[in-house]
Nanobody, 122 residues
Framework: VQLVESGGGSVQAGGSLRLSCAASGYIPGRSRMDWFRQAPGKEREGVAIIYASGITYYADSVKGRFTISQDNAKNMVYLQMNSLNPEDSAMYYC?????????????????WGQGTQVTVSS
C-alpha cells in the first residue's frame, strides 16, 4: 500500500493550490481518506475527510476555502485550497482511515503519504 501526495508549492496569500493523493494497493477496512497538515513546532491536525459515500467534513479553519474530492476510478483524492493565507503553510499529508479513525488519534491511521509542502507568503 502506498499513498503519494503531490501538488504542493509556494504561493502568495490569496492564491490557490490543488493537492493530489494517489493510492495504490488494497487498503483493508478503508472507509475514508483524510488530509492532515503539520506546521513546524505544531501537532499534526486534521484538515478534511471524504468518506467512501462522498460525504465530506472540514476543519473550521479551512471550511469554505478548501474542498476535498475523490476519483474512485483513479484511486485519487484531491484537496483544492483557495484563499490561502500564511497560517495554511505546513506539510500536508493524506491518510487512509478506518471507521474508528479519529483526528485526535493519528495512530488510528495505518497508512500515510510522505507529505507535500505548502508555503504561503504574505
Amino acid at each position: 500500500v502506498q499513498l503519494v501526495e503531490s501538488g504542493g508549492g509556494s504561493v502568495q496569500a490569496g492564491g490557490s493550490l490543488r493537492l493530489s493523493c494517489a493510492a495504490s494497493g488494497y487498503i483493508p477496512g478503508r472507509s475514508r481518506m483524510d488530509w492532515f497538515r503539520q506546521a513546524p513546532g505544531k501537532e499534526r491536525e486534521g484538515v478534511a475527510i471524504i468518506y467512501a459515500s462522498g460525504i465530506t467534513y472540514y476543519a473550521d479553519s479551512v471550511k469554505g476555502r478548501f474542498t476535498i474530492s475523490q476519483d474512485n476510478a483513479k484511486n485519487m483524492v484531491y484537496l483544492q485550497m483557495n484563499s490561502l493565507n500564511p497560517e495554511d503553510s505546513a506539510m500536508y499529508y493524506c491518510a487512509a482511515g478506518i471507521p474508528s479513525s479519529t483526528w485526535s488519534d493519528i495512530y488510528s491511521y495505518k497508512y500515510w503519504g510522505q507529505g507535500t509542502q505548502v508555503t504561503v507568503s504574505s
